[in-house]
């Protein structure tokens, strides 16, 4: 009887409504950002205003580590609470992996397609549909570089170590691979963190950046090391697992911050909105720091380490539901899209290559029939995994009673 109460009273984990619209912001930006690179957005390039936005991006990959850290932090906030490693790094790979694993195979076979230099599908127009076929992926496979080792290493999650070592397929699923690191170390760190003090909390708020600005000092003094080319010497810091981790990490150290109250100040109102107001502008403002003439490392810190500590403190900000950002950020249809914004990011990037190849991206009209049909798409996904886990649940409970 008494097991049975302290399961009734036992507190849930703690829920912020306006996170889900901060991801679905951050998630529009990096899809906004792969159709520029696509040339999709050329027409925008005179809204000189907007093009930083989108070209650096604003609100970058670190977001969400932030995000998933405060989250899980949020979570696992009962430090007796015994959180399995194993079941718990199943459930996020049973969550994100099987998408990746389909995107990652469908890029496969579209980059096949155009590295052939077949203008019409294999059998369509009168041609044998087998030899077309074979023909087609002969010529679209030679044309690319190291394809089968790319594919292996995109479906291990090692690309994103050895991104030299091959061509990039589903790009963004490199994330994939920091996010399960950053999974594993959860339930030790989790544990670990809520047996510390405020003063040790603070020491890890500081502490938490010296690994990414040692990084943007290795970065900015080094040539292009062993790598190919500048470019391949880029995505390597910018994938690399280890450093990413502190991202999470971070957002770890700032929820266990908020629960201290170091951030009561943020529950009023006018401090909320303040503050959103203030760090909306800091990220603009950080964007115009970057130049050309800088050393890299220095462009590199200002991309990935201050804006880290700028959603840090927007995270905070938003979590009580205050100010004229989090009251948008609350609005039902916000934050249903919200939720499975990390979908779009999955699988967005396949789904413009294809698009390419039926209509011309690189207009106002079919930029946005491109955006609504991604988050369409992932929004119903979403709502359909949130329907059958609560069948299951329901027929789990049909089950019991009878």
């Known amino acids: 009887m008494e097991q049975s109460v302290q399961n009734v009273v036992k507190p849930k984990a703690a829920y912020f409504p306006a996170i889900d619209g901060l991801r679905l912001l951050a998630s529009i930006n990096i899809v906004m950002l792969h159709l520029g690179s696509s040339n999709a957005l050329v027409y925008m390039n005179d809204f000189k205003w907007l093009t930083p936005i989108i070209n ?3 609100f970058a990959a670190g977001i969400f580590y932030v995000l998933a850290g405060f989250l899980f932090a949020s979570k696992f906030s009962d430090p007796d609470r015994r959180i399995p490693v194993i079941p718990f790094m199943f459930s996020r790979i049973a969550k994100l992996y099987r998408l990746h694993f389909f995107m990652t195979l469908l890029m496969f076979v579209v980059l096949v397609f155009k590295f052939s230099g077949y203008t019409h599908l294999p ?12 023909d087609c992926a002969s010529k679209g496979l030679a044309a690319m570089t190291h394809p089968w080792r790319s594919l292996v290493m995109h479906l291990t999650l090692t690309w994103s170590l050895v991104p030299d070592y091959g061509m990039k397929l589903n790009e963004p699923s490199w994330s994939l691979t920091s996010f399960f690191v950053c999974y594993a170390i959860t339930p030790w760190f989790s544990r670990w963190l809520f047996k510390q003090n405020k003063k040790t909390l603070w020491m890890l708020f500081g502490g938490v950046f010296i690994p990414g600005m040692v990084w943007a000092a290795i970065f900015g003094a080094t040539e292009n090391l062993w790598f190919s080319d500048f470019e391949c010497k880029y995505r390597f810091f910018h994938m690399f697992a280890p450093v990413r981790i502190f991202e999470y990490l971070f957002g770890m150290v700032i929820y266990r911050l908020y629960k201290e109250g170091s951030f009561d100040f943020l529950k009023k109102d006018f401090a909320s909105g303040i503050m959103q107001l203030l760090m ?7 964007l115009f720091l970057m130049g050309p003439n ?8 200002l991309h990935h380490s201050l804006p880290i500590f700028i959603y840090g403190m927007l995270v905070l900000s938003l979590l009580s539901g205050k100010g004229f950002l ?3 950020f609350c609005i039902g249809i916000v934050r249903k899209i919200g939720r499975a914004s990390f979908y779009p990011y999955l699988i967005h990037l396949p789904i413009i290559t294809m698009a390419w190849g039926f209509c011309n991206l690189n207009t106002p009209a079919n930029t946005v029939k491109m955006l609504i049909f991604i988050y369409t798409v992932s929004t119903l996904y979403m709502e359909f995994k949130i329907w059958r886990k609560k069948r299951k649940k329901a027929k789990i409970a049909r089950l019991r009673e009878s």
């Open 56 to 58: 650096a991006p604003a």
């Open 123 to 134: 059998g369509v127009g009168g041609g044998a549909f087998f030899a077309e076929f074979s």
């Open 280 to 286: 909306l502008l800091a990220l603009y403002g950080s």
């Open 294 to 301: 800088n050393n890299p490392g220095v462009n590199y810190f």
């Open 326 to 328: 989090a009251r948008f």
